[in-house]
């Protein structure tokens, strides 16, 4: 299977405490994306990467998470001193970006479950 | 602001029988738009898109949307439900401005097909 892939998909942590997320994507991908979803929310976008470039961060991105993709390949999303709210999935995904026009598909992760207690 | 309505919380639907999850959005511009599905505690599966041309869009799994534009709408049909289909459905539009190719989504639609 060559699809995006993220680990680790379940994470309990108490409060505090510094959790990372890793995601893979799909291989030939140059566009990288960070979302995060609640329970009984759609996906809030966090931020994304042009090969390993970040290009954009959402107001939701505070400044204890931190996004790298170090060499333009898989990523890492750090969340330092987690609180309960930061509880939810977090959603990586990918897609090819040849031209500003095109409606190349954005396909996601399975998600990585975060639980704070 | 830019935003992706989903009126309904959950469309209860008897199988063999056609099903329809709404969608209207709120963007400037001519958006391309996305439905996506997700089963528990399972990420976002990419269902179909509309970039242009006919306004009848076919996907994955039998699913078919319709565009109409005077409307801002992009509902998602299938003509036969299957049990199987039970699922959280997502609507997703991406403005044609924007460079970041994100997308916006709605706050979902739960189907919910009864044997």
């Known amino acids: 299977d060559t699809g995006v892939s993220q680990d680790p998909r379940h994470k309990i942590t108490k409060r505090g405490q510094n959790v990372t997320f890793r995601c893979d994507p799909i291989s030939e991908h140059n566009r990288l994306y960070w979302y995060r979803q609640t329970l009984g929310q759609g996906p809030e976008f966090l931020t994304y990467?042009?090969?390993?470039?970040?290009?954009?961060k959402s107001r939701l991105l505070s400044d204890r998470f931190s996004a790298e993709r170090p060499k333009g390949s898989f990523s890492t999303l750090e969340i330092q001193r987690t609180e309960q709210g930061d509880s939810a999935m977090y959603l990586c995904a990918s897609s090819l970006v040849p031209g500003f026009t095109s409606g190349n598909t954005i396909y996601f992760g399975e998600g990585s479950w975060l639980t704070v207690v | 602001a830019q935003s992706v309505a989903q009126p309904e919380d959950q469309v209860n639907v008897a199988e063999g029988n056609p099903l329809t999850v709404k969608c209207t959005y709120s963007?400037?511009?001519?958006?391309?738009l996305f439905w996506y599905v997700q089963y528990p505690n399972r990420g976002l599966q990419f269902l179909l898109k509309?970039?242009?041309?006919?306004?009848l869009v076919k996907g994955s799994y039998g699913f078919e949307a319709e565009f109409n534009k005077s409307q801002t709408s992009f509902h998602l049909k299938k003509p036969s439900a299957l049990v199987s289909d039970s699922a959280l459905y997502f609507c997703a539009v991406r403005p044609r401005v924007d460079s970041s190719y994100k997308l916006i989504f709605g706050s979902g639609t739960r189907l919910l097909v009864r044997p």
């Open positions: 509309y970039i242009t041309g006919d306004n």
């Open positions: 990467f042009q090969n390993e470039a970040q290009l954009e």
């Open positions: 963007v400037s511009g001519n958006p391309y």
